[in-house]
């Protein structure tokens, strides 16, 4: 079995270059050139280039509408185009991984200076799809010192170490590691964390105010609950009732229509009864309905069918059989059907009923 050479590979995966491509996203967030963190947290920095005073943050001069910082601790020192070789290199994107190592190549095959006097900065300018642009400053340690040894404003007493910066030809600067600018950066890192802070503050307080609204609308929630369980089983018995309520008049609503479309018997069965001629006998009658059924016997039971066609109030008057002749009584047995089709109004009834007093006042007057 072979041995695997890389400790670091997982799955045929090569660990560190996958820890470079992490270490160089977060570079390129926190320090590439035009970064919005940078732009927003960088603290200003004085740059001293040729004897003028330029103010920069995120690496760009401050515009005329952009009030400096005048009480700002950093500053920085520009060296002089002669005393600084600049090159721009295009390289390929994916080499931006090992710029380093490329760079130093580079430096030691361009350098004038010898290997111990040599001083190297670059820096990424622009990104295309496939290429990188590259702005290399070298120059010498004597260069350096010379720069740092020229006297400064005595009111730089006990400020940081000014960095020592040099411009490519689109005046984007190149920092040289090692002279101060470790202090500013821990500024801008501090900036950061403040308002991380702050963001992680805020947060934190919309989350614990969320919570706290959804535990008080939730225990709100519960209550009402609680409350419409209690008046729903409180207005179980008056529903019940209710429903039974309306059942009953469904039943007293039907029963009245069932009333009013029923016929008046009591007034038929007296008008049947007293329309009668004396030679007329009943034996039976019968109601279904409108439909009237009249069994008896009469001396002549033509006349009394013919009598009850007369009527006003009936119709459909048929005899249901034959009228025969009884040998008992030597009367004609008859069995008649018809139709009553006006039902008196109840001003009608009590003009009926007012009529058929009368008569019975005058008869007992009369005994």
Not at 32 to 50: C, K, M, N, Q
Not at 73 to 98: Q, R
Not at 251 to 280: C, F, G, M
Not at 323 to 335: H, I, P, V
Request: charged share 20%; hydrophobic share 45%; aromatic share 8%.
């Amino acid at each position: 079995m072979a041995n695997v050479g890389n400790k670091w590979s997982l799955f045929g995966l090569d660990l560190t270059r996958s820890g470079k491509w992490l270490a160089l996203g977060f570079h390129q967030l926190m320090y590439d050139h035009g970064a919005w963190l940078l732009r927003r947290f960088d603290p200003s920095i004085r740059v001293t280039r040729g004897g003028e005073a330029l103010w920069y943050r995120a690496d760009a001069p401050l515009g005329e509408g952009i009030a400096a910082d005048e009480q700002t601790p950093f500053s920085a020192v520009a060296l002089s185009a002669d005393a600084v070789l600049l090159k721009t290199l295009h390289l390929p994107a994916s080499a931006e991984e090992d710029l380093s190592d490329a760079m130093l190549l580079e430096v030691g095959l361009s350098s004038p200076f010898t290997d111990t006097d040599t001083r190297a900065a670059w820096r990424v300018v622009s990104r295309h799809e496939n290429v990188i642009e590259v702005a290399l400053a070298i120059t010498s340690q004597a260069a350096i010192d010379d720069l740092l040894a020229e006297p400064r404003d005595s009111s730089d007493a006990g400020v940081p170490t000014p960095e020592v910066w040099a411009f490519d030809q689109h005046g984007i600067p190149i920092f040289f590691a090692g002279y101060g600018g470790s202090e500013r950066r821990s500024a801008y890192l501090r900036r950061l964390v403040n308002a991380s802070s702050l963001v992680a503050a805020v947060w934190v307080s919309c989350v614990v105010a969320i919570t706290l609204l959804a535990g008080a609308t939730a225990l709100r929630a519960d209550r009402l609950d609680a409350t419409f369980q209690h008046v729903k089983s409180d207005a179980a018995a008056p529903a019940r009732q209710r429903e039974s309520l309306q059942l009953g008049r469904a039943r007293l609503s039907a029963i009245e229509r069932a009333i009013s479309k029923r016929p008046n018997y009591q007034y038929w069965l007296n008008h049947i009864a007293a329309s009668a001629p004396d030679t007329v006998y009943l034996d039976r009658l019968n109601f279904d309905g409108n439909e009237v059924t009249v069994n008896g016997y009469s001396n002549n039971a033509a006349v009394y069918l013919r009598m009850l066609t007369e009527e006003p109030g009936y119709t459909d008057v048929t005899a249901v059989s034959a009228f025969a002749r009884d040998r008992n009584n030597g009367l004609e047995r008859f069995s008649i059907q018809w139709r009553v089709t006006a039902p008196p109004k109840p001003a009608q009834l009590a003009a009926a009923d007012g009529e058929t007093a009368e008569p019975a006042a005058e008869a007992e007057a009369g005994l």
